[in-house]
């Protein structure tokens, strides 16, 4: 996920872009057609910029879980309940 700054920098440049070619004329229309780009570009960085990223990713949660179902925690708990987890004993054995 882009950081804020950068959308924040980006929306800037596409804006300064649009700005100058408002002023200029370009032949074929290119000026008019750049300019409607740079619009929609900009629209788009601002509809970023808007967004929570916790949202967008919040959005995904829970879908791996789904897949795995409830017999995979279960198992998982069982063997909490019966191993204990943590770090290994280290060898008695010195080098």
Known sequence: MPKRNDLKSLRNLIGEAQ???STTTLPEGRSQRAHELLTAA???ADDLLEQSPAATLG???GKVTAKR???YFRKIAAKRKTFGGGRPPKDSKIN
Do not use: I
Request: hydrophobic share 50%.
């Open 19 to 21: 700005n100058l070619l």
């Open 42 to 44: 900009v629209a788009l």
């Open 59 to 61: 959005a995904k949660g």
């Open 69 to 71: 179902g409830s017999d």
